[in-house]
């Protein structure tokens, strides 16, 4: 049960304000091969979407804070996410997973008043569709 809850906490954290790595955990519990596959992906999946709606709901709600230093996005990430968004409109939520953008991408779209329903389709397919990948390769290389 710890390990599932260490394997939330780092997904969560790994989309919201401090920088953490949840594939390294991930990966560590498949290499264990303690735990189901199918738990773990869901586990990890969960914990970094409902971090993904806290950025969402950052950039709904408290972008006036956004000069605040716990605040997840700098104001370049911010723009650099911002024209993406705009460039490729909710189809950039599948970016989502990406390092430096993806997290202020889903601040951006709480920002631009992107629906929910949409957005937690998106996001889902882009952080499970991380995590699947992750998984397949690492089941791969300890075969």
Same mark, same amino acid.
């Given at each position: 049960? @710890? /390990?599932? @809850?260490?394997?939330?906490?780092? %997904? *969560?954290?790994? %989309?919201?304000? =401090?920088p953490? &790595?949840?594939? #390294?955990?991930?990966? /560590? ?7 189901? $596959? ?13 971090? #993904?709606?806290?950025?969402?709901? @950052?950039?709904?709600?408290? =972008?006036?804070?956004r ?8 104001? /370049? &990430?911010l ?5 993406w968004? &705009? ?6 939520? =599948?970016?989502? +997973? ?8 889903? $601040?951006? %779209? ?14 889902? *397919? #882009? ?12 089941? %791969? +290389?300890? &075969?």
């Open positions: 049960m @710890l /390990a599932y @809850l260490g394997l939330f906490a780092s %997904a *969560l954290i790994a %989309a919201t304000l =401090l953490m &790595q949840s594939e #390294a955990v991930l990966v /560590a519990l498949l290499v264990q091969g303690e735990r189901p $596959v199918i738990a773990l992906l869901t586990i990890a999946t969960l914990g970094n979407v409902l971090g #993904a709606v806290i950025n969402w709901a @950052l950039g709904r709600f408290l =972008l006036r804070y000069d605040r230093r716990w605040f997840p996005a700098s104001d /370049a &990430q723009a650099r996410a911002e024209s968004y &705009q460039r490729y409109g909710r189809w950039s939520l =599948l970016g989502s +997973w990406l390092p430096l953008v993806g997290d202020p991408l889903t $601040v951006v %779209a709480g920002v631009l008043r992107e629906p929910l329903p949409s957005f937690l389709i998106l996001v889902t *397919l #882009a952080k499970a569709g991380r995590y699947l990948v992750l998984a397949t390769l690492t089941l %791969a +290389w300890l &075969q």
